[in-house]
């Protein structure tokens, strides 16, 4: 069991909402689909993915074979997150970049606290929090900016090699542009890097 | 509500548990066998080249958040599936059926409705859609596919390494580096999805 893979660490939480609130809760998600309102969540630029999730009461999966069916009160909301850093790390920056966003989101959750202060929501966060069993991750040595980067840098460098034609002091100027764009995004990430805790 | 963030897939699922009476449960069972199931190179969801994460966790009972809530308990325990990924489910069912193998069955036979599942994209496909909640709200930061990503996190250290050869070169030297560097690049062996990179060098 482990919520770390690598430079990764995964967060899922579960909480409890009325079921009349799920409808509100579904607008503010359609808004959040809008691409302007997600540059808090860039900004951050540690967290490879994140999704909530509305479980409705009465829409628990059902198989045929199970013997009854799930009957629940209250609907649960399921956030999870991939991130890079430690838990702490992560739910203060989280928290001070998306203090609005985070309310209007969990407000809905039972004895939500408000993301401030701190403390209580914390506190929050680790009750509700389900540790992860099995956790995969595709470039697990990489964070959330060495793979922008890398992806940047191969973009750019693929421009360049098309640009290999140009006589001498164009392909200089090229060449030149490719370095000053790429100096701050070198390396080699994907290693094991110090561990986690 | 969605499961798509632009050309990603967000995949939810919950698959309760089998309660037979038996000397260990399914559950523990399960749990033991997550904890020891490679999540390296070559591993399950590695094989099928599109998934970015993948997480598996027991949902044994929901948190009870205290007064004036009301305490509820889950009539079974369930399997929760999170997958990110390149394209359509249908694309994931086909690998899992071309790749899953034992690894696939040994998880989810554990679970309700999988007695019926036959190793085959159609079959596969039906069991996660059964076991699927929609996502919500999914947000995915870096947008290369897998292929991409992994080419791309190989090309940054030889393109690193070239920038710091061709300091000193005359400009016709540093066009041949530069070819010479996207024929490493292109015909260099992909990172294995879910490998560190010293572990494969």
Redesign the interface.
């Known amino acids: ?1 482990s919520n770390i ?2 430079k ?1 660490y ?1 967060m ?1 939480v ?3 909402m009325k079921r009349w609130k799920t409808k509100i ?2 607008i503010l ?2 808004v ?2 809008i691409k302007a309102l ?1 540059k808090d ?2 900004s951050l ?1 540690f ?9 409705p009461s009465k ?16 609907d ?3 956030f ?1 997150s ?1 991130f890079n850093g430690s838990w702490n790390e992560y739910i203060d920056a989280f928290n001070s970049v998306l203090s609005l966003k985070l309310n209007l989101i969990w407000f809905w ?3 939500y606290p408000g993301s401030q202060p701190l403390t209580p929501f914390k506190d929050y966060i680790t ?2 929090q ?13 964070a ?1 900016n ?6 940047d ?3 750019s ?2 421009d ?2 098309k640009l ?1 034609e140009q006589d ?1 002091a164009q ?2 100027k090229s ?1 030149n542009k490719f ?1 000053v764009g ?2 701050n ?8 890097g110090s561990e986690m805790t | 509500m969605s499961n798509y963030y632009e050309k990603f897939y967000g995949y939810t699922g919950f698959f309760p548990i089998l309660k037979e009476v038996r000397e260990v449960s399914h559950t523990i069972e399960l749990r033991k066998l997550l904890s020891v199931l490679p999540n390296a190179g070559g591993s399950l969801f590695s094989r099928t080249g599109l998934v970015h994460g993948a997480r598996l966790f027991i949902l044994d009972d929901v948190v009870y958040n205290g007064h004036p809530t009301t305490a509820e308990h889950l009539e079974y325990e369930y399997l929760a599936v999170s997958l990110t990924f390149d394209g359509e489910l249908e694309f994931l069912a086909e690998k899992l059926a071309e790749f899953g193998g034992e690894e696939f069955k040994s998880i989810f036979s554990h679970c309700y409705g999988y007695a019926k599942v036959e190793l085959n994209a159609g079959s596969i496909l039906k069991f996660l859609e059964t076991g699927q909640v929609t996502t919500s709200f999914l947000y995915v930061e870096a947008d290369g596919d897998l292929q991409e990503t992994l080419r791309a996190l190989l090309a940054q250290k030889l393109i690193t390494e070239m920038l710091a050869k061709a300091q000193f070169l005359n400009t016709a030297d540093k066009r041949a580096l530069v070819l010479e560097t996207a024929d490493k690049i292109r015909s260099a062996n992909l990172p294995l999805a879910g490998d560190f990179i010293e572990e494969r060098n």
Do not use: C
Not at chain 1, 47 to 55: D, N
Not at chain 1, 146 to 151: C, I, Q, R, T
């Open positions: 069991m893979r690598g990764a995964g899922n579960i909480t409890p809760l579904n998600f359609k959040l689909t997600q969540l860039h630029s967290i490879h993915f994140a999704r909530w999730t509305v479980i829409k628990f999966p059902n198989f045929p074979e199970q013997p009854t069916k799930e009957f629940l009160k209250y649960y909301m399921m999870e991939n959750s039972e004895n009750h509700n389900i540790y992860t069993d099995y956790y995969y991750m595709a470039y697990p040595g990489s959330v060495d793979v922008k980067n890398a992806l840098v191969h973009r460098f693929q360049l090699v290999t001498d392909f200089d060449f370095f790429a100096q995004k070198l390396g080699a990430s994907g290693s094991l």
